[in-house]
């Protein structure tokens, strides 16, 4: 069985923090690229990170950039996303995906999804 299985999400407050755990079965996490998406209400789901297969991070959305970070653990087989200065706007689920790439992560291209966490902000 080849999918993900992500965790960390929770309600915060405004300005919080959280981080979330995506945990990879039946691929290790440097295989490919791994991306970070997410979902909010009524929206498109869209990119947040992506972390290539070297251990780069080659892509930020520009609305989390400076509050985001994403990371790796190849002994745990995990990615990871910690999320600062948390905005209602960055209310969603938070899926993690595996890319047919080494060093990005288009959309159309993810493979691989796990279920996703939920991430609300809200006072």
């Known amino acids: 069985q080849l999918d993900f299985v992500e965790s960390g999400g929770g309600l915060v407050p405004p300005g919080g923090s959280l981080r979330l755990s995506c945990v990879a079965s039946?691929?290790?996490?440097?295989?490919?690229?791994i991306g970070w998406f997410r979902q909010a209400p009524g929206k498109e789901r869209e990119g947040v990170s992506c972390?290539?297969?070297?251990?780069?991070?080659?892509y930020s959305a520009d609305s989390v950039k400076g509050r985001f970070s994403m990371f790796r653990d190849k002994t745990k087989n995990t990615v990871y996303l910690l999320m600062n200065s948390l905005q209602p706007e960055d209310t969603a689920v938070y899926y993690c995906?595996?890319?047919?790439?080494?060093?990005?992560?288009?959309?159309?291209?993810?493979?691989?999804w796990g279920k996703g966490t939920t991430v609300t902000v809200s006072s």
């Open positions: 995906a595996k890319s047919q790439f080494q060093d990005s992560c288009p959309l159309e291209d993810m493979s691989n």
């Open positions: 039946g691929f290790t996490v440097d295989s490919s690229a």
């Open positions: 972390i290539s297969s070297s251990g780069r991070v080659p």
